[in-house]
């Protein structure tokens, strides 16, 4: 239960009802690789990440992968179907053995019913995507492979990096193809990129596949 009081959307419940939810609660686990949801399908689920890392994807036109985002434990994902009743916008895929808390859509919309800050801080977190995907398109449009590769090495290291000493570790491991969906360019170029990268000094990749960063003030000069 300490675990959906970091949940975005139920943060503001009291104990009693954040039981309630608990109770109602279905675990799965979801081997790396495998989907969880596909683009297309209808939603009738709210995924809440126990343990593990979730991604977010969408085709492109060209027929790649785009990943929107890269959920980790305490995060919820499918909450936009399960309301509007429409169609999965994207997919969700574990990018290693992953543990979900699974909220069927009546036991969701019924909280709704008597919860509606639950409505509020979804909106939040709907607005919050909104622009998060605007600053892609933006970033998508305008900006290097460079300076996307390292804006999105920060904001892994925001978000899944662990302090030690001057540097930055990136406590989950991902492939270049995996950067490169992320990014929006060609396993060959966030290659080309990274070694750059590592040139400068700005970030290492060691031995066993950790990303570190070495130099935020050289890798924010490419996000400039």
């Known amino acids: 239960m300490a675990l959906l009081k970091k949940v975005d959307i139920f943060s503001g419940l009291k104990d009693k009802d954040l039981k309630k939810i608990y109770a109602l609660a279905i675990e799965k686990t979801v081997r790396k690789g495998d989907y969880v949801f596909l683009r297309g399908t ?14 977010i994807e969408q085709p492109t036109e060209r027929g790649k992968v785009k990943t929107l985002s890269i959920l980790g434990p305490g995060e919820c994902f499918g909450e936009m179907a399960i309301i509007t009743n429409l169609p999965r916008s994207a997919s969700a895929i ?3 053995d992953t543990k979900l808390f699974m909220l069927k859509r009546e036991v969701f919309v019924s909280h709704l019913q008597n919860h509606p800050e639950i409505s509020l801080r979804i909106i939040e977190v709907l607005c919050e995507r909104l622009t998060e ?7 998508l449009t305008f900006d290097s492979v460079a300076a996307r590769l390292a804006n999105n090495i920060v904001s892994l290291a925001e978000k899944f990096g662990e302090n030690e000493g001057s540097s930055w570790r990136i406590r989950i491991r991902l492939t ?9 360019s060609t396993r060959e170029i966030i290659t080309r990129t990274l070694k750059l990268f590592q040139d400068e000094g700005s970030v290492e990749v060691d031995g066993e596949r950790n990303l570190w960063i070495r130099d935020s003030q050289k890798l924010a000069q490419w996000i400039k």
């Open 42 to 55: 209808f939603g009738k689920v709210l995924y809440v990440v126990i343990d593990g890392l979730i991604k």
């Open 94 to 96: 574990a990018l290693e």
């Open 133 to 139: 995907a605007n600053e892609q398109i933006k970033s």
């Open 176 to 184: 270049h193809q995996e950067l490169a969906d992320l990014v929006g």
